[in-house]
């Protein structure tokens, strides 16, 4: 082997010997956090990366990319227990890695998503260690009751955002936030609605705003979602829209939708009932509240899926079908 191909791999070996020595005393060197106590916000969407970033912004560490490449280098990169953290001592770079693994926090975190239904909220309050699952023995009449609800049936009802609280804290605080939470933004959306709409309760406008948050994934298309249906109410046609017969089937639904589901007939079929369903199908968004009581002026009655997430609009049944033939067939 030629002297200078042994002289690079020696110089490579040392660099790495010196790299990893180096990242071994840094791991163990104390932070100077100031001042302390300091709290730390672990939220949804935090990657190793966002959190070197924070970490340094608020002063809890000096370098960024050293504290990144030891949390790729020990393999804390997906370990990170979302919450609030109590930093009131100092702590090690790999001491406080080993904090947000154990999940150390002095407020935990849930997040109830937009477009989820009540089953997918059971689950994830299942699901979480520090939460007592108070709920889990309780009918939904019965859980709707001890979290000062009117309604019976809690689809819908919950407004979908991120919840901190203390360890222990029971599920039913978090719901009964939640469903506070959305009365009040369903109230005020309600108080500014659109004149002459076909709602008679904000609970109708709610079940619209469920079927519209499950219609499209582009935010932009909300309001045009809801003329359509709008102007389909107003006219007497039938909705026949997908998500509420897919709600309807439950667990029958084995993801894919058949023309046999579109026939058989249940409270939550479109296509055989005229009108609104019977409660909310998912927890909409604000935004979707929104589009709902204040929809856009449209002509359209129609409208089908482009492939992309959007949308091709129709004010007509041809002008529809050449859309379905381009998009669909």
Request: glycine share 6%; no cysteine.
């Amino acid at each position: 082997m030629k002297t200078w191909i042994k002289r690079l791999i020696l110089l490579t070996l040392l660099v790495t010997l010196l790299g990893a020595g180096g990242l071994a005393w840094y791991a163990t060197q104390p932070l100077r956090i100031a001042p302390l106590p300091q709290t730390l916000n672990v939220t949804p969407g935090t990657n190793l990366r966002s959190l070197s970033t924070m970490l340094k912004r608020e002063g809890v560490i000096s370098n960024a990319p050293v504290f990144w490449l030891l949390g790729r280098v020990t393999g804390k990169a997906g370990t990170l227990k979302l919450g609030v953290y109590t930093l009131d001592k100092p702590l090690t770079p790999l001491a406080l890695y080993e904090k947000l693994e154990r999940g150390e926090v002095s407020q935990a975190v849930i997040q109830f998503i937009e477009g989820k239904n009540w089953q997918e909220v059971r689950a994830a309050l299942a699901a979480q260690p520090l939460l007592k699952n108070d709920s889990a023995d309780l009918t939904d009449a019965e859980l709707m009751r001890a979290i000062g609800a009117d309604e019976s049936h809690p689809e819908g009802l919950m407004f979908p955002d991120t919840y901190f609280y203390t360890p222990h804290t029971s599920d039913l605080d978090v719901l009964r936030r939640a469903y506070r939470l959305q009365r009040d933004k369903l109230e005020a959306a309600w108080a500014e609605r659109a004149p002459d709409l076909p709602y008679r309760t904000p609970y109708e406008a709610l079940i619209m705003a469920s079927i519209v948050e499950k219609e499209t994934g582009a935010g932009f298309e909300r309001p045009e979602i809801a003329g359509v249906f709008i102007n389909r109410l107003r006219l007497g046609m039938r909705l026949q829209t997908d998500p509420t017969v897919i709600y309807g089937l439950g667990e029958r639904f084995d993801g894919n939708l058949r023309r046999a589901d579109l026939e058989r007939d249940t409270p939550y079929n479109t296509y055989t009932r005229a009108g609104l369903p019977p409660t909310p199908i998912t927890m909409p968004s604000e935004a979707a509240i929104r589009a709902a009581l204040n929809p856009a002026k449209t002509k359209a009655l129609y409208f089908v899926a482009r492939g992309n997430g959007t949308h091709v609009f129709s004010s007509s049944l041809d002008a529809h079908n050449r859309a379905v033939n381009r998009y669909q067939r």
